[in-house]
């Protein structure tokens, strides 16, 4: 796992990574290319650094209103703060922030978002909290992610709720460390993909396929 400053290095790496080396496959009809079992680690993660190297400011908004909202904020049916605060009836975040007070140190502040069972599964699979040095570091396991399109506000989202759980427990923020199971880019998505690498420095014909 390649650890980086800035998150938005690490999108641009691997949407380049993707476009490069990803294989093609097909899923509900739609075509995409897909490199499993991608970690991402960065240092900072700032909405203007994903801003300026291309990512669309509306779909990141989008997504931190995913993540904010208790309500399914179109055009998603299912919402994911409703996850975090009220999953199964319980305040996911609040539990988190309690295990950290009372054992700082502990290796099982982890939460779940999946039901056994349901047929509808989020994205975002388990999330795992770790204070080392003072510092939290937050990891995340994802089931799939659209590097293009969702990842950046993902990462900023995840983010947020990294520094207000730090900020609760009364440590440092630490790394922002991401697991994917499935890092794709939508066929429909390439030219921008390819757009964005050659805004930053990665040349159209590095991305032909």
Not at 1 to 11: Q, S
Not at 57 to 77: G, I, Q
Not at 84 to 100: G, I, P, S, Y
Not at 152 to 173: F, K, M, S, Y
């Amino acid at each position: 796992m390649i650890t980086h400053d800035r998150f938005a290095d690490a999108w641009i790496f691997w949407l380049r990574e993707i476009m490069q080396a990803g294989n093609d496959v097909t899923d509900d009809g739609e075509r995409l290319r897909e490199i499993l079992n991608v970690s991402i680690s960065a240092h900072t993660c700032r909405r203007e650094d994903f801003i300026a190297s291309g990512a669309d400011e509306d779909r990141l908004n989008l997504m931190l209103a995913k993540y904010r909202s208790s309500a399914p904020v179109r055009p998603y049916t299912r919402s994911y703060g409703d996850l975090f605060t009220d999953h199964m009836a319980v305040n996911q975040v609040d539990w988190l922030v309690k295990r950290l007070r009372a054992k700082p140190e502990t290796k099982s502040a982890t939460i779940g978002f999946h039901i056994p069972g349901e047929d509808w599964l989020s994205c975002i699979s388990l999330i795992d909290c770790k204070i080392r040095n003072n510092a939290m570091h937050l990891n995340i396991a994802y089931r799939s992610q659209n590097v293009l399109a969702s990842q950046p506000g993902n990462a900023c989202a995840l983010r947020d709720l990294q520094e207000e759980i730090a900020a609760a427990v009364g440590v440092r923020v630490g790394a922002l460390t991401v697991h994917i199971f499935s890092a794709h880019i939508y066929e429909r998505d390439w030219d921008s993909a390819r757009d964005i690498l050659s805004r930053n420095g990665v040349t159209a014909g590095e991305v032909t396929r």
